[in-house]
């Protein structure tokens, strides 16, 4: 297969930071029991994270061309091999604040760069739509993995042991490995180059492609679908400790029917968008994971705790409320590569740059929003919210299919 060794690169740097990055929802229970911090401050992390992707998006998307993408991505997975190194030896919540600060500010590089990347190894919107929904599927395969691994390294006979720090002289090496394939890999990136104007020429063209209403409608779309995204996933493991009453190794565990529904739905949208087209299918979607948000958050009322629960007598809601995921999938790949697909090569990463600071910003929104609601009202309450970006989602993407057409 033509380009197999640098798709397979791709996939693997995107699948490392789908653990790392998502972890955060674990890093926040872990140090609500290990490290003392309440909901309020534990949910911090999240813009820890989010906020150096926007930064580092916003700064740096218009030079990466210059740079060279696979040089970029290979930056991003050595800074978090160190800062993975670095935290077992600092055990503390400041220096997880930082470990997502390099995480958040390495992805800003490598998200960039990778969805740069696939305009060069494909040819035609289908492929390049098909491509997208692989990548961003096996990135949640990433993310599956990382609860299972995350949960392997937690002592339910210690739960408030420091142990399960341990879990990054892992993820460092993964890091390195990662980094050192990249190394290998060969990317022809002549067709992204830039014509030859100076760097500050490129950013105020970034900024011009901002203020085009078609782009501003897409990147409040993404933020809606991410803030979505985030709200549910960062706060799912401690929302089946707290309200479904798991057990707190399983409550990660669990969460990762949540990653693993996410994955099948975007490796099937691979499939299905080379047949139908891209907005008649995340319509269905939204209109269908707003249904099960409503019908499986009331099955988590009166759930009592139970000294025994397990993988066969956990409440039913820990199966059916992860499943949102399923629908949730394919949004956000189809509206990227509808986006993408009809810019020339040279302005994806300007584009994706500008994506990426609103996904960053709208994670950001939703963890912070659904953690205060959390802790001032309950977990229904807050999972229920998540009813109306959806809906606001389904106006904005309206607006960008018609606008695309014309």
Known sequence: MRNLGIITALVLVYMLFGILLNSVGTVILQSIATMGQTKASASILEAFKDLPIAVMSFLLASLLPRFGYRRAMMTGAAMVGIACLAMPLVPTFAMAKLLFAVTGASFGLVKVSVYSSIGLVTDGPAHHASLTNVIEGLFMVGVLSGYWIFGAFIDPAQPSSLGWLDVYWLLAALAFGVC????????????????????????????????????????????????????????????????????????????????????????????????????????????????????????????????????????????????????????????????????????????????????????????????????????????????????LLLVSLGFFARMRAR
């Open 180 to 391: 050192a394939l990249l190394f290998f890999s060969r990317l022809d990136e002549s067709a992204a180059r830039p014509s030859p104007r100076r760097p500050a020429e490129d950013f105020a063209e970034m900024i011009r492609l901002a203020a085009r209403p078609l782009v501003l409608v897409f990147v409040l779309s993404a933020f809606l679908y991410v803030l979505i995204e985030q709200a549910i996933g960062t706060w799912l493991p401690t929302f089946n400790n707290e309200v479904l009453h798991l057990p707190q190794a399983m409550s990660i565990q669990a969460a990762s029917i949540f990653a693993a529904a996410i994955a099948i739905g975007r490796l099937s949208a691979g499939a299905i968008l080379t047949r139908v087209g891209w907005y008649p299918l995340v319509n269905f979607c939204i209109v269908s994971m707003a249904l099960l948000v409503l019908l499986s958050l009331p099955l988590t009322r009166g759930i009592s705790p139970s000294a025994d629960t397990g993988w066969l007598s956990a409440p039913l809601a820990a199966y059916i409320l992860p499943l949102v995921g399923l629908f949730l999938a394919p949004i956000y790949p189809a509206i990227n590569s509808a986006m993408l697909s009809s810019l020339p090569k040279p302005d994806h990463a300007a584009m994706t740059g500008l994506l990426v600071v609103f996904s960053a910003l709208g994670g950001t929104t939703g963890s912070f929003i659904t953690g205060q609601v959390f802790a001032a009202f309950d977990g229904q309450t807050a999972f229920y919210l998540s009813i109306v970006p959806m809906g």
